[in-house]
């Protein structure tokens, strides 16, 4: 793990009581914010690692994970200012990995890797020459149904950091192809329509391999927002715990009803830790960083075994 989080464990212990650990790290949970899934500008976020960590500070959260898509170039400057501005924020290094699964494209996070793991910096080396790829024939399938300047536009979105299809869309939206970033996915960059590019990411297990050797825990990031019916969410959560994952997020900002008591309840079945975080990416009225995020009772937080591993 990094050296945040062990400098966290240390505040962690203060918390806990020999005589029924369960009850304090239940205690310490309802006095810590947790927010375990952001983004910055080094991925698909509107905010610059800087400027997500100062909002973290005014929005309470004490402990944010940085989980930029396929990146940890957003962590070193996010730690620098940290501690630049003396901000009462702890930061737990974090990384999202795009894997295949059975043709869908599923998205698992990272806590607590050493972003400087030679391991884990060729592997996400590899897979942003997969991204980049695949944004360029996106951009080409774009050019081809009269839609010009598609990857110039993205760059420019990205201002320097790794071309998502988030970057298409909002270049989309300049152009006036659509009014939202939902409208064009739906009819540019969702699977058949003009912009699709069949994701070519790693595998689960590879995903898990290299998040535990760079000393980190893998979770399932937004188990609900896959569209797989129960019995292939289920598969997917079972074969995640056989190739030994950690944990699976339970609870996020926007969810259906009964949802997080759900995934709450598969967490359980499948023995994994549950994780909450908001999936932030820019300032907007349904998401922010720490909103509604709090764990059902009877589930085991991802955050349990941290203070049980001091330096």
Not at 216 to 233: D, F, I
Request: proline fraction near 5%.
């Amino acid at each position: 793990m990094s050296i945040a989080i062990f400098h966290y464990q240390t505040v962690m212990m203060v918390f806990c009581d020999a005589n029924n650990p369960g009850d304090a790290l239940s205690e310490a949970s309802k006095q810590v914010m947790y927010d375990l899934h952001s983004h910055t500008t080094a991925s698909d976020g509107l905010l610059t690692p800087e400027q997500l960590v100062h909002r973290a500070a005014e929005q309470g959260i004490d402990v944010l994970a940085i989980t930029d898509h396929d990146t940890v170039a957003g962590i070193a400057p996010a730690q620098a200012e940290i501690a630049r501005a003396g901000l009462a924020l702890r930061l737990v290094s974090g990384v999202e990995i795009s894997t295949v699964w059975e043709n869908h494209e599923i998205h698992i996070v990272g806590l607590g890797v050493d972003e400087t793991h030679p391991a884990l910096r060729t592997f996400l080396a590899n897979q942003h020459q997969l991204r980049e790829s695949r944004a360029r024939m996106i951009a080409e399938r774009l050019e081809k149904a009269r839609i010009p300047g598609a990857w110039e536009g993205a760059q420019k979105y990205a201002e320097g950091g790794t071309v998502t299809r988030s970057h298409f869309a909002r270049f989309l939206i300049e152009n006036g192809r659509a009014t939202t970033i939902a409208d064009v996915f739906k009819h540019y960059l969702a699977r058949g329509k003009t912009g699709y590019v069949p994701p070519q990411w790693c595998t689960i297990e590879q995903a898990i391999e290299v998040i535990h050797h760079s000393g980190g825990q893998a979770v399932v990031a937004h188990p609900g927002r896959y569209r797989l019916s129960a019995k292939w969410l289920k598969r997917l959560l079972a074969h995640f715990a056989q190739c030994g994952g950690d944990a699976m997020e339970v609870a996020q900002c926007q969810q259906a009803p009964d949802e997080r008591n759900q995934l709450a309840q598969y967490a359980r079945q499948f023995m994994l830790l549950a994780s909450q975080g908001s999936d932030f990416h820019q300032p907007c009225p349904w998401i922010e960083l720490g909103r509604k995020l709090w764990l059902p009772e009877g589930v085991a937080p991802v955050w349990q075994r941290w203070s049980h591993n001091e330096p």
